[in-house]
């Protein structure tokens, strides 16, 4: 069987090794960019990081939901779920170890408070906190460190990104930064 996908490339049913599992593959090649990571910011260079770029502009216009004297919140701008955002030192730095100690406390105190402030608005069952360091360990803006917090739900997980290259979200970024700014 032969089907036309994206950009004229064919999904030919193969005969191969194994042993069938009658069990449906939904392929997608669309997800080959996004892994090997074109037209992502490196974070270096002139103007190269985003983050260092976000600091510098008006709150409503980067995301940005709270300033503090070393890091910042502000929302990621493609959301794993609605309020998931990132704490982010103004500094340039790439590696945990070399924060200063004023910066991992106020980077620990603002993850805090982001997950009191998520949990007030919308209630989420649990957070994913994370820093991917590197690129090899998942980190898309690698030279400058970034802390997300991602709030999670009780069956928030589905088909839909993967396979329909879609993630339902149920609000505007605007929308999301003016209750989480407010609560905050």
């Known amino acids: 069987m032969t089907t036309s996908g994206e950009a004229g490339d064919e999904f030919v049913e193969q005969d191969g090794a194994g042993v069938p599992d009658q069990l449906q593959r939904l392929w997608t090649p669309h997800r080959l960019a996004y892994i090997k990571g074109e037209n992502k910011p490196d974070g270096d260079g002139e103007g190269g990081c985003p983050f260092c770029r976000l600091a510098a502009l008006p709150d409503e216009q980067a995301l940005i939901l709270a300033r503090g004297e070393t890091v910042y919140a502000v929302l990621n701008l493609y959301p794993y779920n609605p309020g998931h955002l990132m704490v982010v030192p103004y500094r340039h730095v790439a590696d945990y170890p070399d924060l200063t100690d004023e910066e991992t406390v106020e980077l620990a105190r603002v993850t805090q408070h982001a997950m009191r402030v998520i949990r007030t608005v919308s209630d989420a069952h649990g957070f994913n906190i994370g820093l991917n360091q590197g690129v090899a360990a998942g980190a898309g803006i690698a030279?400058?460190?970034?802390?997300?917090?991602?709030?999670?739900?009780?069956?928030?997980?589905?088909?839909?990104?993967?396979?329909?290259?879609?993630?339902?979200?149920?609000?505007?970024?605007?929308?999301?930064?003016?209750?989480?700014?407010?609560?905050?």
């Open 143 to 184: 030279a400058h460190l970034h802390q997300h917090v991602v709030p999670r739900w009780g069956g928030d997980s589905n088909f839909m990104p993967v396979v329909g290259h879609t993630k339902v979200l149920p609000q505007l970024l605007g929308q999301t930064r003016q209750l989480l700014a407010d609560a905050w």
